[in-house]
């Protein structure tokens, strides 16, 4: 068995363990991220597209930014759809602020990449990755790598390593309380190198489901519908997606839909999740490690950066000044910001989605608070405010 020794242990390179694994580097912190998979297989999980300007601003404070900068989607609005028309939220005139499309696949490039010029240590393929003494003085993880038994001893260990992965499994339940919703439908989703159908995302909701229009570039497109869960993959070629697609978008963005061979189709479950605390002894969960919210509002990349932010400050606080208040404050700060999340994600997902149980009742009251929607700045505003991100 080899022996390491680090301030801060980091499990998962996902958006949430490189960020924050950045962060720490940057204030002089030593950190080890160790990730089961390959660097190549993370970068193959299509997910996130949407970022909030903390996240943006996390890359900019990082100086990791140029990339993002130059060929990022600065979006100053977002439409909802009813079938018919379209219901802009016009995210920049209600609220001053924007967010990016930008890939999660391509953020999370540009942290690896920087990652060994910056002094943070990432080993991939760590298989068996253990927690040990967590609520201890010294807590540690072992793994195994090419045969080989390794231990890493450290300060904290932040749990960064996703809904499945082995950090909150580590917190006994007696410690902590999970709250969830799962959802009775998932998200087929599509990616094609053709010009989006429209410069600015689409959320429909049509008496067939729920569609989503997004894009990754000019020249790349990122679509969703909403399917049964027995429903799979095979049932799904390309053909009957973009047909989907046209019907549930609507006439305006059927007419912009360029359709082309899919280069990646994938079905994801929806489900909102909360554990609490975030904190357990010397472990801290941060990301989807700790909460889940379904896609539909384009929080949970986001939410892993807004927690990776306060987790950061508390560390750089303690390990500068043995300040332990931002530690001790920790879970409750990220969970303030989580919730409110969970409960707008919720909303959305609730108001754009066909449940199977959606009676005709159910139907009116979504098509009377799209019309609220669409009538009312106020309610523009709301969604406004809570979809760029709200504050730190
Ligand atoms: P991740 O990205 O899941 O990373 C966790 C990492 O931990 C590793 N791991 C382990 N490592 C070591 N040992 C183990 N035993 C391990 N088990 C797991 C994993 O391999 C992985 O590399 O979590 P993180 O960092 O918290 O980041 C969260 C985001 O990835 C996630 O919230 C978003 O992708 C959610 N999401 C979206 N978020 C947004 O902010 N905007 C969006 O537009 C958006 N769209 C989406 C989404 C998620 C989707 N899916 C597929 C779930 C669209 C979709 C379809
Ligand atoms: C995406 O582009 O993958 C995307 C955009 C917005 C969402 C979810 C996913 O709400």
Redesign the pocket.
């Known amino acids: 068995m080899t022996s390491q020794r680090t301030q801060v242990a980091i499990?998962?390179?996902?958006?949430?363990?490189?960020l924050l694994g950045h962060l720490l580097r940057a204030e002089g912190i030593d950190a080890v991220i160790?990730?089961?998979?390959s660097a190549d297989?993370?970068l193959s999980?299509?997910?996130?597209?949407?970022?909030?300007t903390v996240?943006t601003g996390l890359m900019e404070r990082l100086g990791l930014a140029e990339r993002m900068r130059a060929e990022g989607m600065p979006e100053d609005g977002f439409n909802l759809a009813d079938g018919e028309r379209l219901i802009r939220i016009d995210i920049f005139g209600l609220t001053g602020r924007r967010v990016t499309v930008y890939g999660?696949t391509e953020l999370?490039r540009d942290l690896m990449e920087a990652a060994p010029a910056r002094g943070l240590e990432i080993v991939y393929e760590?298989?068996?990755?253990t927690l040990h003494n967590v609520d201890g003085a010294s807590p540690s993880l072992t793994?195994s790598k090419d045969g080989a038994e390794h231990r890493i001893e450290a300060a904290f260990i932040a749990g960064?390593?996703?809904?499945?992965?082995?950090s909150r499994k580590a917190v006994p339940a007696s410690a902590g309380r999970a709250y969830e919703r799962v959802y009775p439908f998932g998200?087929l989703?599509i990616l094609a190198d053709v010009p989006p159908c429209h410069h600015e995302l689409i959320y429909a909701n049509h008496d067939r489901g729920f569609a989503l229009a997004?894009m990754r570039s000019p020249t790349r497109s990122r679509y969703?519908v909403q399917v049964g869960l027995d429903e799979r993959l095979e049932d799904w070629p390309d053909d009957r997606i973009w047909d989907e697609l046209a019907v549930r978008l609507g006439p305006e963005a059927a007419a912009g839909i360029t359709r082309g061979p899919s280069i990646e189709k994938?079905i994801?479950p929806l489900r909102s999740f909360v554990f609490e605390p975030m904190r357990h002894g010397r472990l801290f969960l941060?990301?989807?490690?700790a909460h889940?919210?379904p896609?539909t509002?384009?929080?949970?990349?986001?939410?892993?950066a807004s927690?990776v932010a306060y987790l950061s400050e508390a560390l750089i606080a303690w390990f500068g000044r043995r300040d332990p208040a931002g530690l001790e404050d920790y879970s409750r700060r990220a969970l303030a910001r989580v919730w409110k999340a969970e409960r707008f994600s919720w909303q959305l997902t609730t108001l754009m989605h066909r449940f199977p149980d959606t009676d005709a009742f159910g139907r009116r009251m979504q098509v009377a608070e799209l019309d609220y929607i669409a009538s009312s700045e106020a309610m523009r505003t709301a969604i406004a405010e809570n979809y760029v991100g709200l504050p730190l």
């Open positions: 499990v998962g390179a996902g958006p949430a363990g490189l160790v990730e089961r998979q297989y993370v999980r299509i997910r996130a597209g949407v970022l909030e996240t999660q999370t760590a298989a068996d990755v793994y960064c390593d996703g809904f499945h992965g082995p998200w989703g997004s969703y994938s994801a941060a990301g989807d490690a889940i919210v896609p509002g384009a929080k949970g990349l986001n939410l892993a927690d």
